[in-house]
């Protein structure tokens, strides 16, 4: 199973309400020794505590000196990552992050502005009918899609198919969602899992994806 590091549906709904400001880090946000002896660490944001959980055969490198500047150069402007989830194969030569060599891997982050801001469920209906009416169905599409493809150099970007949504708990919802990358001469058919949920009244999302095609122009 093929993970790439673009966070792409949770990534559109985030900017329909975030702001222009990119917050490179927060190292001060984190707690590298948790009480909770499955946390790696937890992340304080506003008035929540996230623990950022350990997972058997996974990596974190968030903070990894090899492979921080990479993952900040994919970061979008006013979201922050909290974590970045790697296999093995990966975390022993971090240097194929710069050849776009992705297997495996999933990440959390949020969004700045949504700091200090309390939400609830209702938060999610909103967020879900911007996604819908404001980028699906308009032509505000192109203008994500350009800033979408200057992070993610030589990619091209088609517009996203909303597959399922559905919702495992009440401060959560998922969405899974079809879309092709081409760059080059290959494309590339992923479903993409993008989630939302609720900690202590902050918003924070979580997103997978998975190639499944991958052909040859």
Not at 157 to 184: A, C, G
Request: glycine share 2%; net charge neutral; hydrophobic share 35%.
């Amino acid at each position: 199973m093929k993970f790439l590091k673009l966070l792409f549906l949770i990534l559109i709904i985030s900017c329909t309400k975030s702001n222009s400001n990119t917050n490179v880090d927060h190292y001060d946000h984190f707690n590298i020794n948790p009480s909770d002896k499955n946390c790696e660490n937890t992340f304080q944001f506003g008035k929540a505590s996230l623990c950022i959980p350990k997972i058997a055969g996974m990596y974190n490198i968030i903070h990894n000196t090899t492979s921080k500047d990479y993952i900040q150069s994919k970061n979008f402007p006013g979201n922050t990552l909290v974590a970045y989830y790697v296999n093995k194969k990966i975390y022993k030569n971090l240097q194929v992050l710069w050849e776009d060599q992705f297997d495996d891997f999933f990440q959390i982050y949020v969004t700045n502005h949504n700091e200090n801001k309390d939400v609830d469920t209702s938060y999610f209906t909103e967020v879900n009918e911007d996604y819908l009416k404001k980028y699906l169905n308009s032509d505000k599409w192109e203008a994500l899609k350009e800033r979408l493809e200057n992070i993610n150099e030589k990619n091209v970007f088609e517009k996203p198919v909303i597959i399922e949504t559905y919702s495992l708990s009440k401060n959560s919802m998922q969405y899974v969602t079809f879309i092709t990358i081409k760059k080059e001469n290959t494309s590339k058919n992923m479903i993409t899992i993008g989630n939302m949920f609720i900690v202590q009244n902050r918003l924070f999302f979580l997103v997978i994806i998975n190639f499944i095609i991958t052909s040859t122009q």
